[in-house]
């Protein structure tokens, strides 16, 4: 249970004391009492409380010297103060928060007040407490990590580091028991200069260290005399009576334990354990770098006689980093491994999907790896590839996990196989065997484990390069298929061609054209490879199966699809795919003029799912594709069936035009000629320049490519344009076909749409703010300086009022009511909103529509917001039994206005003194008043719509000068009040 807050009361009436301490006792705080500021001040120097209960007038050292004091101690933690004062006036209530105070009650206080500010200020204390002790733990853990890594020695590291942390948290001894240090010997470091000398073999066995290294987690003791898992083996541990514990770990391997000790009982807390957590955290990093150095310093000779190695490992690094080709990268390596390091048997394995397949092989008798594969789950390189870490083995005959599956491998008594990995991926292994036991070491790991990893980026280059030559010769291939597709129009004869060339940019087997004309019999099927026997068998399914074109003509995106002879809705084609062994496909639709009218099949069987950049290219040449077989189907469409050409122009409502290579006008159906006013007995044979209508499509037909764009010939007339050029059967540009279609009906929809979105929009910004936005687009809401009038308007005791009401009562009857009121009664003066502000709101007058009124509108706007209050608050009254009241304030003066905020959300808002003087008025309003400053007096000019009373000068909080205020009167308008 937590320890009650404990409340210094500094108060000279002994009646007054009395109460505030049986209040405050009553509710359950630890209450100290002072009778005098000097009495306070001597309390401070013995116990920090956690908030002070202050007097203001107290003999001798008055409350606000003492704020003033207690403040500027920065050796003292955050402590609240709440002045209590008996004067009322706004002065002394600034006067003393200015000193410092967190707060002001006036008395007589009203207890509920009091008890909620108490609450309020002891959680803002806490929280600033917590905040420091964090800072604290983080400068703690700052100085523990220079210690860690100031030396890489370990006696110097942990002498001085024991004893910086012993300091830091204020132990009697600090020691780390190191058990995976040094694999010969257990190792003990203290910060005492007698550590214990009891065998270590017992306290990890019996004792504290040994049971937080067994269950891996930390162990707190807060007395010895009373837990019988604190070991005893010495004098000095009589005298320990609290004990935390934290074991070492890093990457799942236990490095030891860092034990604290103290003679308090109950010393150390949970909050030791979470920073000696940080600290062992830390410790592993620097154990690990010591634990190399001492490596390096023991392994001097052993380095010497290991540099011919290092020289061949980097040849073999350079030789791979020089190297793109997957094949030449495999056989070499292994050749290399095995003639500069002398391993028996040497093989490269690389994963492909869930196969292990043997690149390479060196060493053996039968060095050609001949295709071998095997599953992910079988023998020593799948158990490696599964786990991503290295395997030695010392006897395979003792090992089940032992497989033979390289050439010779049957003859081999140890292994050792080292992942070869990227971040994601477990690329494949590096074997190596040797016909004797326990053949290879610790040293032949590290080596082979360096070559892996440059091993993988190599490969990683490589399959970079290899994709982009890949997606090279895609690219020149689509290009040059591209370039024959767009030169001839003849009819699908050339399919055969077109498909046999797809399948080959891609690197499928097969590939097949599904295009589902009007008709069943204008369906067109196009297969590549050799013909197989059952290939009827899919002309004829797709003749009886005529559903299959809605599905297709659903289909929007690239699509893989598995597992095809184990659909049951494909049972006509199981032969089919069996003769051509089709298991997986990539479909890719072929859409012509917006819809889905077949698709491309690529079998993707054998290749596996297509990346990203492939699936965009597989689109492109299904465009290439519909495209040529759309032209195909005009140009004999215009070759061989001109008068049914003419009777669908006759027929057609949109216009249609036919123009030559040179421009000029070949042919106008009807609509043409009635709807973009062409003569044919005037414009035929000429320029299309020469009719009004045509002359904005010459650019669109200087690009000499097919393009669609949108042209408004006149006001309230669209029209999508589409321009496709008509060759011959010998590939003679004969002219272009240019569609009008009317698109007049769309644009109607998309300006109705236009006015749906204003709409919606204007419930959530004021209508000048809308109409702004959606008028300037990206140029609004540019940050500008202007000249404005600021309301801020605040309800009274709505702290309280959240105290006693239920939440859903507050928003819907009291809130929402208020809010629209005070928003009606803005917009009526053309004033916009600027924010909600829980119970409150700031309004603005000059942004962003400015009027030569704004001052005398502000006035009007306000009066009407408290009139509209006063009418709810007699519905409150009426029906909740409440009194709620609101104050005004309002300024004058610059800001600037505009979109303020980060690149994802912006508001449009505005910042200035302007703002903050409007505040503070409001805050000096009473319940019904309304508060207005000089400026905006000034402004006036004598115009004011309502009376005004001088209230005198004030000073404003967080200003220096006094502030001359004015009060509007609302009883009666000023006889100079002005409509508007």
């Not at 507050?810 to 009664?825: G, K």
């Amino acid at each position: 249970m937590p320890e009650p807050a404990h409340i210094l009361v500094v108060e000279d009436d002994p009646d007054i004391r009395r109460i505030f301490q049986a209040v405050l006792s009553r509710d359950g705080f630890r209450v100290s009492a002072a009778v005098s500021g000097e009495e306070a001040l001597s309390f401070l120097q013995l116990i920090t409380p956690d908030l002070i209960l202050l007097d203001l007038a107290l003999p001798g050292v008055d409350g606000a010297e003492v704020t003033r004091r207690i403040k500027a101690d920065r050796s003292k933690p955050f402590i609240p103060i709440i002045i209590v004062s008996a004067h009322a006036d706004l002065h002394t209530s600034v006067s003393n928060l200015d000193a410092g105070a967190d707060d002001v009650l006036v008395k007589p206080v009203d207890f509920n007040l009091l008890l909620a500010r108490v609450r309020a200020l002891l959680r803002l204390q806490r929280a600033q407490r917590s905040l420091q002790q964090e800072q604290r733990k983080t400068e703690l853990l700052l100085h523990l990590s220079r210690d860690l890594g100031s030396s890489i020695d370990l006696d110097v590291l942990l002498t001085g580091f024991l004893n910086h942390l012993a300091d830091a948290v204020g132990a009697i001894r600090a020691s780390i028991i190191l058990t995976g240090f040094d694999e010969e010997k257990l190792l003990l470091y203290s910060s005492s200069r007698h550590p214990a000398t009891a065998e270590l073999n017992d306290i990890l066995r019996y004792g504290v260290a040994g049971l937080a290294l067994r269950e891996r987690g930390p162990i707190l003791i807060t007395d010895t005399r009373l837990d019988s898992r604190w070991l005893v083996t010495s004098d000095i541990h009589n005298d320990v009576r609290s004990v935390a514990a934290m074991p070492i770990i890093r990457d799942n391997r236990a490095w030891g334990v860092i034990t604290l000790v103290h003679h308090t009982p109950g010393y150390f807390t949970a909050e030791h354990l979470e920073l000696l957590a940080s600290v062992a955290a830390q410790s592993a990093v620097a154990l690990e770098s010591a634990r190399l150095y001492r490596l390096s310093e023991q392994q001097k000779e052993l380095l010497a006689r290991r540099a011919e190695e290092l020289r061949r490992i980097n040849d073999i690094n350079r030789l791979l980093s020089e190297l793109m080709q997957m094949d030449q990268l495999g056989r070499l390596l292994v050749q290399m491994i095995h003639y500069q390091f002398g391993y028996p048997l040497v093989a490269l394995v690389i994963r492909q999907h869930d196969r292990l397949v043997v690149q390479a092989v060196a060493g053996a008798y039968r060095s050609e790896p001949n295709h071998i594969s095997f599953g992910i789950d079988q023998g020593v390189s799948g158990w490696v590839c599964r786990h991503r870490e290295p395997l030695r083995i010392d006897d395979l005959a003792q090992d089940v996990r032992f497989v033979p599956v390289l050439p010779d491998e049957d003859r081999m008594r140890s292994a050792l196989s080292v992942p070869v990995l990227l971040p994601r991926e477990a690329l494949g292994t590096i074997e190596v065997r040797s016909p004797h036991p326990a053949a290879f070491s610790a040293n032949d790991e590290a080596i082979l484990l360096a070559i892996a990893n440059q091993l993988a980026i190599a490969i990683g280059n490589a399959r970079l390069f290899e994709s982009e030559q890949r997606r090279i010769a895609q690219l020149s291939e689509i290009n040059r298929l591209s370039l024959a597709l767009t030169a001839q129009f003849a009819a699908p004869e050339n399919l055969h061609h077109t498909i046999e060339t797809v399948a080959h940019i891609f690197r499928v087997e097969q590939a097949a054209i599904l295009l589902f004309g009007s008709q069943p019999g204008d369906t067109v099927v196009a297969l590549s490879g050799m013909a197989a026997l059952h290939d009827a068998d899919l002309a004829k399914f797709v003749q009886q199966h005529p559903f299959l074109a809605a599905q297709v003509a659903a289909l929007q995106q690239p699509q893989h699809v598995e597992n095809l002879p184990e659909r049951a809705d494909l049972a006509p084609l199981q032969a089919f795919l069996a003769g051509r062994g089709v298991r997986d496909i990539l479909l890719v639709p072929l859409v012509v003029n917006g819809h889905t009218q077949g698709v491309l099949c690529l079998d993707t069987t054998k290749r596996g799912p297509f990346e990203k950049t492939e699936l965009e290219m597989a689109s492109t040449v299904a465009s290439l594709i519909v495209q040529i077989l759309e032209n195909a189907r005009l140009y004999r469409v215009v070759n061989d069936e001109r008068s049914t050409l003419d009777a669908v122009l006759r027929s057609a409502t949109d216009p249609i035009v036919l123009i030559d290579p040179d421009a000029r006008l070949l042919l106008a159906n009807p609509a043409a000629r009635e709807r973009l006013q062409i003569d044919p007995a005037l414009h035929h044979g000429q320029g299309v320049d020469a009719c009004p209508a045509l002359r904005s499509i010459i650019p669109l037909i200087e690009r000499n490519a097919p393009t669609t764009v949108e042209i408004e010939p006149q006001p309230n007339l669209h029209y999508s344009v589409s321009i496709a050029p008509v060759c011959s059967s010998d590939a003679k540009e004969l002219g272009r076909v240019v569609v009008f279609r009317d698109i007049s009906a769309i644009k109607q929809l998309e300006r109705q749409e236009r006015e749906r979105v204003r709409s919606v929009f204007r419930r959530y910004v004021s209508p000048q703010v809308a109409e702004r936005l959606l008028s300037a687009g990206s140029d609004f809401g540019a940050p500008t300086e202007r000249t404005v009038a600021v309301l801020f308007a605040d309800m009274r005791g709505f702290t309280t009022l959240t105290e006693q009401i239920d939440a859903r009562v507050l928003v819907e009857r009291i809130l929402n009511r208020y809010f629209t009121a005070m928003t009606d009664a803005l917009y009526a003066y053309d004033g916009t909103i600027d924010k909600f502000l829980g119970d409150g709101l700031i309004g603005v007058f000059g942004s962003p529509i400015t009027h030569p009124d704004d001052p005398q509108r502000v006035v009007l706007a306000a009066v009407a917001m408290q009139q509209a209050f006063a009418r709810l608050a007699k519905i409150w009254h009426d029906e909740l039994n409440l009194r709620i009241g609101m104050g005004i304030g309002i300024s004058y003066g610059s800001a600037v206005v505009g979109n303020i905020g980060s690149e994802q959300r912006q508001d449009y808002t505005l910042i200035g003194d302007v703002v903050n003087t409007a505040s503070r008025l409001c805050g000096i309003a009473q319940a019904g008043q309304i508060i207005i400053s000089s400026h905006l007096v000034n402004a006036l000019g004598g115009q004011s719509p309502y009376p005004l009373r001088e209230l005198g000068a004030t000073r404003l909080k967080g200003k220096q000068e006094e502030h001359l205020i004015y009060e509007v009167v609302i009883e009666q308008p000023a006889p100079i009040a002005q409509q508007v």
